[in-house]
């Protein structure tokens, strides 16, 4: 899939950018490797672990398209991965969350087009589905304008796909990496928003594989969900410290108790899989006769009832405490 082709990640100085990175170096022969981001101390410090020929280091903001545009030229896969990601700091500055999350994605889109990439795909969060903070709802436009965007390319012009999943481990800000400081701090109580909370939980090198497979299966409009497990936040609690030690803190603001990945009001036009979900395009596209059951895998997926709903609370598969703290020596 990635032999002799130019990929250029947005935000590739991220965790996942990194994780992405490492697995094509160790698999895959490209042509280039391009991380797009506005870090340069990052950049920098990326270079030292990753300098084989085909990297290259492009400092630009999605905020601005004519450097997205330079960037493309001649990429063939685009992975869009910047974003402002912080809960409660897009609630105060909502501006600065809505110029990167919404107008940088309509800049990686037009920059697509214009640069005839072959295919994007827009990593999203379960927070953009039925949103209750700035930064779902955000992700949720960005989501709307990525399958949107199959209609204006047109016939021959690049394919969008949206790749849509929950709390990654260990990643840069997740509470796991915070959990640890504390531990390490010596704290013998960690801080819990609401005992009750659930989350859906994903590692990175799950996630990094997860989009290494949609670019195989994509057509272009679909939002893929994997199916993967949720966890109690008490019980994360319980699995890194030992003890099920907790002070109540109260949900942030822009939280949620659980978090929804497929919502009940989309069922009506989503697909299971074996091993994930897909979204389909509410909308026609006019130029392109697409079947969502089978994708360019050939994997056949099945309607779910219309009552349906991917919901971290109410999910089949819970890790347990044991299952908590094997991932979490594998993420440390």
Not at 113 to 122: D, P, Q
Not at 136 to 150: E, I, P
Not at 217 to 228: D, L, S, T
Not at 229 to 255: F, N, T
């Amino acid at each position: 899939m990635f032999n002799d082709k130019s990929i250029l990640i947005t935000g590739g100085t991220g965790s996942f950018g990194r994780a992405f990175i490492a697995r094509v170096l160790a698999e895959y022969k490209p042509r280039k490797l391009i991380i797009y981001s506005r870090d340069e101390l990052k950049q920098y410090e990326m270079q030292q672990e990753f300098d084989h020929s085909c990297m290259r280091y492009f400092i630009g903001d999605v905020r601005d398209k004519d450097r997205l545009k330079s960037a493309m030229r001649e990429v063939d896969l685009v992975i869009h991965a910047a974003a402002l990601k912080q809960v409660p700091a897009a609630e105060y500055n909502p501006n600065e969350c809505i110029k990167t999350n919404i107008m940088g994605a309509q800049n990686v889109i037009d920059a697509a087009i214009e640069s005839n990439v072959r295919k994007v795909i827009a990593l999203s969060t379960d927070k953009a589905a039925n949103p209750v903070n700035l930064y779902g709802a955000t992700k949720l436009a960005s989501d709307k304008l990525f399958v949107a965007a199959n209609n204006i390319s047109g016939a021959k012009g690049p394919r969008f796909a949206v790749v849509r999943y929950g709390n990654v481990v260990g990643s840069r800000g997740s509470v796991v990496p915070f959990y640890r400081s504390l531990i390490a701090e010596g704290k013998t109580s960690l801080p819990v928003t609401h005992k009750e909370m659930t989350r859906f939980w994903i590692t990175l090198a799950q996630g990094v594989e997860f989009v290494v497979k949609n670019f195989e299966r994509m057509q272009g409009g679909e939002i893929f969900v994997p199916k993967i497990p949720s966890v109690r936040i008490i019980d994360l609690v319980e699995a890194m410290l030992g003890e099920c030690k907790y002070e109540i803190i109260g949900i942030r603001p822009g939280e949620k108790l659980h978090e929804v990945m497929v919502p009940e009001e989309v069922a009506h036009h989503s697909l299971e899989f074996s091993d994930h979900y897909v979204i389909t395009p509410p909308i026609t596209f006019f130029d392109k006769n697409i079947d969502y059951k089978k994708n360019n895998l050939g994997e056949v997926g099945n309607w779910v009832d219309d009552k349906f709903e991917y919901h971290s609370g109410t999910n089949p598969h819970f890790l347990n405490i044991d299952e908590l703290r094997e991932l979490d020596k594998s993420t440390a």
